[in-house]
């Protein structure tokens, strides 16, 4: 009898074939390395919970380019194997054991049936808060959810501009400027259903969380509502429009929150000086291409964009961009015609460094250097 290879195993020697370590997986797939070790070790207590461990299953063997579906019907075999019950649990018949209660006063059982309706009640209380959210100053549920991520930061859309997407999944988390703050949002997980429902967890300002349920078209709106964020001029709106198992679509749209307005001096909407210093840049894929970036010197791991999908990015003072096809990716910047990145099929290399103008020392400008590569 032949005997099928575990999943662990086959990732080990996947990527030991490779002539890779764990340190240089982790740093190519952004995974931290005690996860990449528990996958090969199938330790999968070091997961969060089990959509976790087969979200980066998932991609450990994307990455290593495995048969993705046969990996995971393996490993919920083996936890199948796992949970069943011994042989000689089902074969031997178990011996009959009689309890005998000891007499509870009447009193005692009315006391223990209200403690349990009691505990019955905060618990469900609890759990409806929980699902559609919550705000507050303790960082640990967001962090759990969001730590150990790629992080992709994104622009939000113009005010009354048409929606952008982004894709979420259990693996990045998407950071993005909301006038003064700084949020990061992430997909916890897809509850399965007709229809499915996806959890999502924001942290704003690395100190307050907000966590709100929505299905696919429903939308949920962020304003000066949710507490923390008092001072927000804007209205930000958050539909997903498909969710799958371990991923997310999301449609990101602005709009000016009630009772502002543009300033009357200029008729023009005042926006906060640090995001007029920023580098943005937008993606849009017209065909399949890999990708890496460095923003401000932090490498973010490569990955594959297929057509039609967008990418925003935004550094501080410098962005660099690496295309596997310069013919399948436009740049798109404000203020600036839209653009292929090179030729199709050569790898280019694209560096926006923010300088001082030179006619006023105060106010900066964005260079763009352009390398053909191979």
């Not at 704003?204 to 304003?223: C, H, L, Q, W």
């Not at 791991?301 to 990716?329: C, D, P, S, W, Y």
């Not at 926006?352 to 763009?368: A, F, G, K, M």
Request: glycine content about 8%; some cysteine; hydrophobic content about 35%.
């Amino acid at each position: 009898m032949v005997l099928s290879k575990r999943v662990g195993a086959i990732l080990r020697e996947a990527r030991e074939a490779k002539k890779l370590t764990v340190k240089e997986v982790a740093r190519e797939t952004n995974m931290t390395p005690r996860y990449i070790e528990a996958l090969e070790v199938e330790d999968f207590s070091q997961f969060p919970g089990e959509t976790y461990a087969l979200g980066f299953l998932r991609n450990y063997s994307e990455y290593l380019n495995l048969d993705t579906d046969h990996l995971l019907n393996l490993y919920r075999g083996q936890k199948i194997d796992q949970s069943q019950a011994p042989l000689k649990e089902l074969i031997n018949p178990r011996r009959r054991v009689e309890f005998r209660l000891p007499t509870i006063p009447r009193n005692a059982i009315f006391a223990l049936v209200g403690i349990a309706v009691l505990s019955a009640l905060i618990y469900g209380l609890a759990q409806i808060s929980w699902d559609f959210g919550s705000g507050g100053d303790d960082g640990q549920t967001a962090e759990a959810y969001c730590e150990d991520r790629t992080v992709m930061p994104i622009n939000l859309p113009q005010e009354n501009s048409p929606a952008r997407s982004e894709n979420l999944s259990l693996t990045n988390t998407v950071r993005f400027r909301a006038d003064d703050y700084i949020i990061k949002l992430c997909l916890a997980r897809v509850q399965p259903g007709d229809p499915a429902v996806g959890e999502f967890h924001m942290r704003i300002d690395e100190k307050y969380n907000y966590s709100f349920t929505a299905r696919p078209g429903e939308t949920v709106t962020i304003d000066r509502s949710i507490e923390s964020m008092e001072a927000l001029r804007r209205e930000i709106r958050i539909t997903p429009g498909v969710l799958e198992d371990y991923s997310a679509r999301v449609d990101f749209e602005t709009l000016l929150a009630a009772g502002v307005g543009p300033t009357p001096e200029t008729n023009e909407i005042t926006t906060p000086a640090t995001r007029a210093q920023e580098i943005q840049v937008t993606l849009e894929f017209v065909g399949e291409s890999y990708i890496d970036w460095y923003q401000d010197g932090t490498y973010f791991t490569g990955r594959f964009q297929h057509a039609g999908e967008t990418l925003t990015l935004e550094a501080r003072n410098r962005l660099e961009i690496k295309v596997g096809n310069g013919g399948g990716v436009r740049i798109i910047r404000e203020g600036v015609p839209a653009r292929l990145a090179g030729p199709p099929g050569k790898i280019v290399k694209i560096v926006y460094r923010r300088v001082p103008d030179p006619l006023d020392p105060t106010q900066s400008n964005v260079q763009e250097a352009v390398e053909v590569q191979y």
